[in-house]
């Protein structure tokens, strides 16, 4: 019996077998949905849907399985499944495939494109289907049948990607199968994918029009396409049925596994259900055979063992229970997730659950959770249990109506608030008949109401919201924007068309009313009045006749009224009850509305009408009813009930009265006591709520505390800054004048940084000049224009490292001559710092070729290159000065500033550019747009028109590989005919202007971050201009401005960036080519558009730059504007007539002997010039220097600087009136030392008070502290330091008072105090020092910090200094090495020696003489040159006719320093021969050609110097 019989007859006990593993697994397939929330009925409606859907889900688990599978096998990233498809296409993972299971078939060289850098960039070449033809080779070379593998254009051209991934699945069983790769995965179920993605699929199968593979088919398929070794199939299938005895899952699966059983989807998780429901199958199978009377002996072995086909069918079953179990519990728990997320507060995680595929839900909207939300919510508390899914769905799709209904109404009210916003009453009535609305019938002639009643509705919920805001405090900058609800509307129209009712019937009334008159009936009247409608109130029945009378005659007036108008109108103007006007209509019943919004009457209608308005019928009722009431209470008698009640009521009141006081009295103090005791209550109640409130406020408490503080703190500065600040408010702020221990401190360092910037600044400018000295000494000696030992003497100097050690002390010696001529320095350079007119003439005194050199080393100097705020004063002072005197010296027009080259101001844009200026300023303003520009490498700002050309011609040739037809060279006026250049030029200008606006923007929005210094100057300039040049315009003065501050100060930064250190290059790199130009093109057009300079024909592809320069030119003409308007200088840096009196340290400046020799010989040769008249008072200072002395040792060594302590010499004579300044400042000082001590009401009266005995102790031991703090110091320079305020004789209050009493005599007699107003001019000055010393600390803060940055940027300099100092020594010692070894040989010898004979060298002009020798013998002698151990140093010896002469030994750089001469060495000979030898000479003699030239031995260094030198430079 067959395998295949057996199965066909026990097929039915195989399937009970299956039906019963439901029950051996206690896992149901089918839920009850009221149990667990799910409901498994599919609707026919839908069942087509799903159907689709699923296959869509399985041929998306096949592609996940074939990816992973991939994956596996290659070992790399395949992206997204539902890229899959496409990453296929190329056939580059394929080919990878194939050389991973037949790398001979495939190698990897064959492989196109395996990188995909062709296919990214142009997509897929034929040369791809190479790949796919290779894959399929390999396939073929390991057996897989053909029936699997698909066509070229199904992968290539996508026509059936199904076929190529039922093959992969194929190749992957038949390569586990031969060992050769891991089984594929079975994800049917346990993947899980979006619904878009699902969705998605199904659309592209359906575009394949293709039905898909039965991919569990492929194992069967196999088997029947290849041979099957049925002896090992069958003997693997009898050990699975007698393995299934043995109660072991593991050893079950690994039989199921045997390659021989040929079985397929073999899950290891599923293996305990194999064994079971095997063994469950074989059990049934054997029991069905015995009941039949089978035996094993007589019948097939198949009828009690279960076949290979029997195995199979139980393992698919068994994998799809699993996973349609395993897709149950995603179900069930997804449905179980959204029942509880329904029932919490996040919508956002609601909707996560709602995505997930397994929850088998349509149509969720990602922009309804918040709705899905709300209605799951209640739909879940509205009833007991979970929600099942149908019941989901349906909540669903009614939050999906819900949220399209509230859409529409959305759009509705959007549609209406413009339409009555913008006052279309025919569109807000359009607009309110929209469905959403629901709103009742409309009425045409209520429009207006409709569109005024909106209005008024939408103004008033604004109105309370702008109250609530105000009430709860908040500040609007725009007023609230409201919008009417759905509700506020439906309320409005409901209202109109109420009101619409109401007056309708209002209406009509009236007419009623008008109409009834005409019968001449009373009682109708009466009737028509009666009328609620009518709105006529006060009428009595028995006034009816009169009622009827007085109407009718107003009617008959009306009517006269109207016919003298000539306008009677059917139409009755009327005032509804509420105050709204209508017109309305009698004879047609029409009614029109007419309100504030719209005040058109109707046609027909006039100013009068022969019918009564409500009003009018209301006046006449009144009328009438008053008179007839007031005629009937005149005739009632009620005098006597008036006058009875009148009196009754006085009795009460009068019993009352007595009674209350009567009562009062007899119990007067225990009332007494009952008002104590609650007014005592009442106290203490209302202390307990306050001391209640304090303490729950104590917070806002505290802050109120803080800003009464505050309050009272800035009150009493503001008195402090008053005109008249008075004794008592100056006492609060004393003790900002103290100088503490950070102020000393701060000072003593600044002092100590400028010293040292200083002897930095001179260091490095040594360094710079003596390297640059060494760098053409090298170079001649490369070209051997010059000797060794001149390099060698200049590399010994570098050794010392610029610095220069004093031999004497010059200025500084003890001596009175010394001295003296020291103090008048001193004074000297104080004039010239201080006054800056002499060292602006002198610099137009002096020859101009020296000009810039004496700024550099002189004046700067004299400055201390402006390093605190007062320098800077100074030395802007002088700038300004000098400018002056240029401008009016040599400035002709205004147009000189920007065609010439003026001095001063070349020298202030060197000064602010350069390292000592305020180059940060510049690096932070534009380094960060050029750095942008910079690493931009797309960036080619090339608008040339032939440049274009030729790189367009270029691309060309690259890109199609052939040759260009179009001539190469061409004119510009050729090259722009060509579309492509002009589309490029175009394109880049467009990318150009984007560029500068960005530079622009920087550079006008950034004008505050400009230094002080180059905008002053700016200012100064635009001030010279104009007094020089009146009749110039604005703009011309302005364009000269802007020269100044774009031109000469920004645009060379902007070129050449890395000349002026805004950007940071790396060691060894250079800007290239492209970036010059881009950064010159970008600087070209600014400077275009500063200077107002268009571009005309010659440049007619640049003309469409001109609207941008225009625009550009006027922001530019406004940022100069604002650039060159400034504070005054005195303010910026607050300095004054006092500033140098009041000053902590006198100032000082280091100088060096030579630069004080060199000033002071210029100012003698230039006295005349230099001063005005001859009081002058340099003329006094030079008198007292006289001429330079003659003995140099007297000022010192030149090149050593020292510190020169600044003084003035009228300083301290306080009679001179030109210096009485000074004893008011010393006043100030001495005031404020009485103030800290003694106080009154006035300063008159401190002055005049005698202070007690505390007082005199407490400035006693403030005075001691200061005398011993005097004596402390130990040099003369730091006695010096502190100005002359301190007086040591002042050691009691009274002495104090006393020298304040005199020293305001003298300034009284200067007019400079008045006694009459308690010295109110020297207290002002006290406060304004007050509120300066703030400034001044802030001032030193940001010098001290602008130092230090200084002191960075030295010490960089100099480490850089030291490198080049250190390459060059070491330079020079291989100079001398290479010299040295020049002589050995090839083969290593340490010594060789060189004989030449004396008659040759003395020809070459190397020997001189050979002493008792005659040159005639000179054939004679051998000279023998020898080179020894040591570096440098040369053996000479030589033999005379067979005797040896004594040897001698020469060192080169002596040899070199003879230069020809100088004789160098005898030596004695024996037989008394001497020889004499001629120094080797530099320049252009020759020397021997065995000797190693000086070429020679530099040659080798030279390559290695010239590559360190750039390597330096650029670092």
């Not at 060279?969 to 500068?996: C, R, S």
């Amino acid at each position: 019996m067959t395998e295949t019989d057996g199965s066909t007859q026990l097929f039915g006990g195989v399937a009970n077998v299956r039906a019963k593993t439901q029950n051996i697994h206690d896992t149901p397939r089918f839920y009850d949905g009221e149990e667990n929330g799910v409901d498994d009925r599919i609707t026919a409606d839908n069942m087509d849907e799903a159907r689709q859907q699923n296959m869509a889900y399985e041929y998306l688990c096949h592609l996940e399985e074939a990816k992973n599978w991939i994956e596996a096998c290659i070992e790399e990233d395949l992206g997204p499944t539902m890229d899959i498809e496409e990453a296929l296409r190329n056939g580059v993972i394929l080919a990878k495939l194939g050389h991973y299971f037949a790398p001979e078939i495939v190698t990897k060289k064959r492989i196109y494109d395996p990188d995909l850098e062709r296919f990214n960039v142009r997509g897929l070449h034929f040369k791809h289907t190479d790949n796919i033809n290779y894959w399929m080779r390999a396939m073929a070379s390991i057996g897989l049948p053909q029936i699997f593998f698909p066509t070229t254009p199904d992968l290539y051209d996508k026509k059936n990607m199904p076929k190529v991934i039922y093959c992969i699945h194929a190749l992957s069983i038949w390569l586990s199968k031969l060992g050769k790769a891991p089984n594929i995965e079975n994800l049917l179920g346990i993947a899980e994918f979006t619904e878009e993605d699902i969705t998605e699929m199904r659309r592209a199968l359906e575009d394949y029009g293709i039905s898909i593979p039965a991919f569990n088919k492929i194992g069967g398929i196999l088997e029947k396409e290849i041979g099957v070794d049925e002896a090992g199939k069958h003997a693997a299938v009898i050990v699975i049925n007698e393995i299934l005895q043995k109660e072991d899952p593991e050893v079950t699966l690994k039989a199921l596994n045997n390659k021989k059983a040929y079985l397929n989807y073999i899950e290891i998780p599923n293996s305990v259900r194999y064994h079971e429901i095997l063994f469950l199958a074989k059990l049934d199978k054997t029991e069905t055979a015995l009941e039949e009377g089978k035996t094993s002996e007589e019948s097939d072995i198949y009828e009690f063992y279960l076949t290979h086909t029997e195995i199979q069918d139980i393992i698919d079953d068994i994998n799809d229970i699993v996973r349609k179990e395993i897709a149950e519990s995603k179900f069930r728990a997804a449905i179980a997730e959204i029942n509880r997320c329904a029932m919490g507060d996040c919508a956002q995680t609601l909707l996560a659950a709602l995505q997930v595929t397994a929850s088998r839900l349509k149509n969720v909207n990602d922009l309804n959770y918040d709705l899905y939300l709300e209605f799951l919510k209640a739909a879940k508390l509205s009833k007991e249990g979970n929600l099942n899914v149908d019941e989901i769905q349906e909540v669903l799709e009614l939050a999906n109506e819900e949220m399209r209904k509230r859409r529409d109404l959305e759009g509705a009210l959007k549609a209406l608030h413009e339409n009555f916003l913008a006052s279309n009453i025919d569109g807000t009535f359009e607009a309110l008949h929209h469905v959403a609305f629901k709103l009742p019938t409309l009425h045409k002639n209520a429009a207006p109401k409709y569109q005024a009643t909106l209005f008024f509705e939408l103004a008033k919920l604004q109105d309370r919201a702008e109250k609530e805001a105000e009430k709860e405090g908040v500040e609007l900058e725009e007023p609230i924007t409201i919008r009417l609800t759905h509700a506020n509307i439906q309320d409005c129209i409901k209202a109109v068309n109420n009101q619409l009712k109401e007056v309708r019937r209002f209406a009509e009334a009236i007419a009623n009313i008008n109409g009834c008159l005409v019968q001449d009936d009373p009682q109708e009247t009466l009737g028509a009045l009666h009328v609620q409608a009518a709105g006529i109130k006060e009428v009595l029945e028995r006034c009816a006749d009169d009622y009827h009378v007085w109407i009718k005659e107003g009617i008959s007036v009306k009517k006269t009224e109207s016919e003298i108008a000539e306008g009677d109108s059917s139409w009755i103007e009327m005032r509804s009850p509420d105050n709204q006007i209508f017109f309305y209509n009698p004879e047609s019943k029409e009614l029109v509305w007419q309100t504030e919004l719209n005040s058109v009457k109707p046609e027909g209608a006039s100013e009068v009408s022969h019918y009564m308005a409500q009003d009018e019928i209301q006046w006449i009722v009144s009328r009438v009813t008053a008179k007839r009431l007031r005629d009937e209470w005149f005739d009632t008698n009620v005098d006597a009930v008036v006058r009875l009640q009148s009196i009754a009521r006085m009795s009460m009141a009068r019993k009352r009265f007595k009674a209350r006081l009567k009562f009062l009295h007899e119990n007067e103090e225990a009332a007494l006591r009952i008002q104590c005791l609650w007014r005592g209550y009442l106290i203490r109640k209302e202390l307990k709520a306050r001391r209640d409130y304090l303490n729950a406020n104590m917070r806002h408490i505290i802050r109120i505390q803080a800003w009464v503080r505050g309050y009272q703190i800035r009150k009493n500065y503001l008195q402090l800054t008053q005109d008249k600040p008075s004794v008592q408010v100056l006492y609060k702020f004393l003790y900002l004048l103290d100088q503490s221990a950070v102020d000393h401190a701060e000072e003593a360092e600044l002092r100590k940084h400028k010293a040292s910037i200083v002897k930095e600044i001179r260091h490095n400018q040594q360094l710079e000049k003596e390297i640059n000295e060494m760098d053409i000494k090298i170079g001649l000696l490369v070209k051997n224009r010059l000797t060794l030992s001149d390099v060698v003497t200049a590399s010994k100097k570098l050794k010392k490292g610029g610095e220069v050690v004093p031999k004497n002390r010059g200025l500084k010696e003890l001596s009175k001559e010394s001295r003296e001529m020291l103090e008048s320095y001193q004074h000297l350079f104080y004039l010239l710092q201080t006054n800056p007119k002499y060292l602006a003439k002198l610099l137009f005194t002096m020859p101009q070729n020296n000009c810039t050199k004496f700024m550099e080393s002189v004046v700067l100097t004299i400055y201390n290159y402006g390093t605190n705020s007062r320098e800077e004063c100074l030395l802007l002072r002088l700038f300004e000065n000098a400018l002056k005197e240029e401008v009016q010296r040599k400035v002709d027009k205004v147009q000189d500033i920007s065609t010439g080259s003026p001095t001063v101001i070349k020298i202030v844009v060197g000064y602010y550019r350069g390292t000592q200026g305020n180059q940060n300023s510049l690096k932070s303003l534009l380094g960060p747009l050029i750095e942008q520009v910079m690493e931009d490498s797309d960036l080619n700002m090339n608008i040339h028109p032939l440049e274009v050309y030729k790189a367009w011609i270029s691309r060309t040739e690259m890109e199609t590989g052939e040759a260009s037809k179009l001539p190469y060279d061409v004119t510009p006026e050729q090259a722009l005919k060509h579309k492509e250049v002009t589309d490029e030029i175009e394109n880049t200008i467009k990318k150009l202007v984007t560029i500068i606006k960005s530079f622009q923007e920087k550079i006008i929005g950034t004008v505050d971050q400009m230094p002080y210094g180059i905008r002053y100057m700016a200012m100064c300039l635009r001030k010279n201009l104009k007094e020089k040049f009146p009749e110039s315009s604005e703009e011309e003065i302005l364009k000269a401005v802007g020269n100044l501050l774009y031109y000469r100060y920004m645009n060379p930064v902007i070129t050449a960036p890395d000349s002026f250190e805004v950007i940071e290059l790396g060691a060894g790199s250079n800007m290239n080519n492209v970036q010059r130009r881009n950064l010159g093109s970008i600087a070209k057009i600014l400077q275009h558009a500063a200077s107002f300079k268009i571009f005309d024909s010659d440049a007619r592809y640049l003309a469409s730059l001109n609207s941008f320069i225009k625009t550009a030119y006027i922001k530019f003409m406004e940022f100069f504007d604002a650039a060159s308007t400034i504070s005054d200088i005195d303010e910026h840096f607050n300095m004054d007539e006092f500033s140098d009196v009041t000053m902590l340290n006198k100032p000082m400046i280091f100088i060096s002997p030579s630069e004080i020799n060199s000033t002071h010989q210029l100012l003698l040769d230039h006295q005349k010039q230099v001063t005005e008249a001859d009081d002058d008072p340099m003329n006094e200072v030079l008198a007292s220097l006289g001429p330079i002395p003659e003995d140099e040792a007297m000022l010192g060594d030149k090149s050593t600087e020292f510190g020169l302590v600044l003084t003035n010499k009228w300083e301290l004579n306080m009679s001179d009136e030109s210096n009485i300044q000074a004893l008011f400042s010393k006043t100030k000082y001495l005031i404020v030392d009485l103030l800290k001590i003694q106080r009154g009401e006035t300063f008159t009266a401190i002055l005049h008070t005698d202070a007690n005995k505390q007082q005199q102790e407490l400035y006693k031991a403030i005075h001691s502290r200061r005398l011993a703090a005097e004596n402390e110091k130990t040099n003369e320079e730091e006695k010096n330091s502190k100005m002359a305020l301190f007086d040591p004789n002042d050691n009691t209050i009274k002495k104090l008072k006393e020298h304040i009493l005199k020293n305001l005599t003298i300034l009284e007699q200067h007019k400079l105090v008045t006694p009459t107003e308690d010295y109110q001019e020297i207290l002002t000055s006290i406060a304004k020092d007050i509120c300066n010393q703030r400034k001044y600390r802030q001032r030193r803060k940001q010098d001290l910090k602008k130092i230090g940055e200084t002191v960075e940027r030295m010490s960089k300099k100099k480490k850089y200094y030291g490198e080049a100092v250190t390459y060059y020594q070491e330079y020079v010692k291989a100079c001398v090495n290479n010299l040295s070894k020049g002589g050995k040989s090839k083969k290593g010898d340490r010594r060789k020696t060189a004989r030449y004979s004396a008659h040759k060298l003395y020809e070459k002009g190397v020997l001189v003489e050979i002493e008792k020798v005659p040159t005639s013998s000179f054939k004679a002698v051998t000279i023998e040159f020898s080179s020894t151990d040591q570096v440098g140093v040369f053996e000479v010896s030589g033999k005379l006719s067979g005797f040896n002469i004594d040897k001698i030994n020469v060192v080169f750089e002596n040899l070199l320093q003879v230069r020809g001469l100088r004789k160098l060495a005898t030596a004695s000979i024996r037989r008394s021969v001497h020889v004499k030898v001629r120094g080797l000479r530099g320049g252009n003699q020759r020397e021997p050609s065995h000797i190693p030239s000086q070429q020679e031995v530099l040659r080798s260094g030279v390559t290695r110097y010239t590559s360190r030198r750039e390597s330096l430079k650029s670092t």
